[in-house]
Nanobody, 115 residues
Framework: QVQLVESGGGLVQPGGSLRLSCVAS????????MAWYRQAPGKQRELVAH???????NYAASVKGRFTISRDSAKNTVYLQMNSLKPEDTAVYLC?????????WGQGTQVTVSS
């Protein structure tokens, strides 16, 4: 049974930073591509960043240069460091373990960027 538990969300002012964490159990994250998605009210879920088994990372154009995805295999945890946050980054952020057919999702953590 795979479980993903996100934490680290909250309310932050524009220009601020947050670090999200996703702790996995039931699978070793180092053997899978791990991803962060986000979903804002009334919008489709979108891929924010992912890191594959080689450590190669990719980012959505909207967050490139501001967000960093990383993983700590010893802690079986993937992180999303978010800097220079903007109001348009407000969303529920979800962690995903990419495994066919549908992968595994966490429950999400709310990030609100507002003054």
């Amino acid at each position: 049974q795979v479980q993903l538990v996100e934490s680290g969300g909250g309310l932050v002012q524009p220009g601020g930073s947050l670090r999200l964490s996703c702790v996995a159990s039931g699978r070793l994250i180092s053997t899978y591509t791990m991803a962060w998605y986000r979903q804002a009210p009334g919008k489709q879920r979108e891929l924010v960043a992912h890191i594959d088994t080689t450590g190669t990372t990719n980012y959505a154009a909207s967050v490139k240069g501001r967000f960093t995805i990383s993983r700590d295999s010893a802690k079986n945890t993937v992180y999303l460091q978010m800097n220079s946050l903007k109001p348009e980054d407000t969303a529920v952020y979800l962690c995903k373990l990419e495994r066919l057919p549908n992968g595994y999702w966490g429950q999400g953590t709310q990030v609100t960027v507002s003054s």
